[in-house]
């Protein structure tokens, strides 16, 4: 494993050489180059698919690609590789898990308990299923410190609890809630727990079984791989117990005009060619990732940020929704807009998002229409927080005027 150098691992990443400030590594990291060779590996030298094919480039390819699914499982701390399912991301892995494994067992007046700090792509799949069988999904609201508050959860779990929906990591303000003891409480009642892995993997992936996490679920192109790829980690003997829930090639051993039979799982919820190239890409960023050191990497992104919270802060109105030592720092300007602001960033080639980042629930609570957002990743630098100050002094005396 190397020393962190920012400046060495910043020098990973091509698309940096740009003249933009890249502060939206929470929407998506870029790629090191690690990864772009290996994606372009792939689509350079490779023949065939996997799982279907005789001949040595094909099989070669399934190898490699049941191995990323290993290196997966091992990464999460799974006891078995076939715990992994390969999805198109986490959004897809969620309505894999409301699809397959709620939907079935759900009756009405069934409740599914969710925080209210979620990402829509943790929340919308769970009302779609409610809705169609009559089920109810349950608000679990934050409190000041705009985590999701423990103290109302006993009372918010009963009987009648399936499933019980968290994130690892808020996109909005960074806060991570405790799963341990969320956990322990849903599984008290007999409910399941769904862990949105999307914004947290990248900062600290989880100990699966060590935190008895029902189904946990994450993207790799927030982890510097390829975008459409992701998992979705389950307890086998849940992920045993689910229909397949995309019919297709591959994901059975018989079928005639009566049926089909599914195959094992993972294989049984994978229907069609997958996407191959984003499994060898989020194999290799794994890889890349291991030569890291993780820790000094996101202490990194965590200083930027809190030096750029602390320099923002002395402009007037302004407001912070950054939870603890968070590298992302979700704020807002009273009196301006915050549209108005990224339009004059991005004119200045800042990279930063605004609005409701698919967290409108939070947004309400927060009592806010929207914020701006700055992640920072290990390959930002001092740099890039005194462009982001400067600009934003610049954007705000323009449209205080
Ligand atoms: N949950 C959270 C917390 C997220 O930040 C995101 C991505 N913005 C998602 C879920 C959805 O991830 P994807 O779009 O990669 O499926």
Request: a negative charge; charged letters at 20%.
């Amino acid at each position: 494993m190397t020393i962190f150098s920012p400046t060495a691992f910043r020098a990973q990443f091509p698309a940096l050489s740009d003249a933009g400030v890249y502060l939206d590594s929470a929407a998506t990291a870029l790629k090191p180059q690690a990864v772009i060779d290996a994606t372009s590996q792939f689509y350079s030298l490779s023949a065939g698919t996997v799982h279907r094919s005789q001949f040595k480039s094909a099989r070669d390819l399934t190898e490699k690609y049941e191995q990323a699914r290993g290196r997966v499982a091992k990464w999460l701390q799974a006891g078995e590789d076939r715990q992994i399912v390969w999805t198109r991301g986490t959004t897809e892995a969620i309505n894999l898990v409301a699809n397959s494994w709620l939907a079935p067992r759900l009756q009405p007046g069934d409740e599914i308990v969710v925080s209210e700090a979620e990402h829509h792509a943790n929340l919308v799949p769970w009302l779609m299923v409610a809705q169609a069988a009559g089920a109810k999904v349950v608000k679990w609201p934050i409190g000041a410190d705009r985590l999701p508050d423990i103290r109302l959860l006993p009372d918010l779990l009963n009987a009648r609890t399936k499933l019980l929906a968290i994130g690892q990591m808020s996109n909005v303000t960074g806060g991570c809630p405790d799963l341990a003891q969320a956990i322990t409480l849903a599984h008290h009642v007999g409910a399941k727990v769904m862990v949105d892995g999307a914004q947290g993997v990248v900062h600290a992936p989880p100990n699966v079984q060590a935190l008895d996490i029902d189904f946990y679920a994450f993207s790799a192109h927030k982890l510097y791989g390829p975008m459409g790829i992701g998992a979705l980690y389950g307890k086998a003997e849940l992920l045993d117990e689910m229909d397949a829930w995309q019919g297709g090639g591959k994901m059975l051993t018989h079928v005639d005009f009566d049926g089909f039979t599914p195959q094992a799982v993972p294989w049984r919820f994978e229907a069609g060619t997958p996407n191959v190239a984003g499994v060898v890409g989020l194999s290799a960023a794994l890889e890349w990732l291991s030569h890291h050191h993780a820790e000094k990497a996101e202490m990194w992104s965590q200083q930027l940020a809190s030096l750029a919270e602390e320099q923002l802060s002395e402009i007037p109105g302004f407001r912070s929704f950054r939870c603890g030592n968070a590298s992302l720092l979700a704020f807002d300007i009273a009196e301006i807009h915050h549209s108005d602001i990224v339009t004059l960033l991005a004119e200045q080639d800042i990279a930063l998002r605004a609005g409701q980042h698919c967290a409108q629930p939070l947004m309400a609570a927060l009592g806010v229409s929207g914020t701006l957002r700055v992640s920072f990743a290990p390959y930002n630098n001092l740099q890039d927080v005194d462009a982001l100050v400067r600009a934003m002094h610049h954007a705000v005396d323009l449209l205080s005027e």
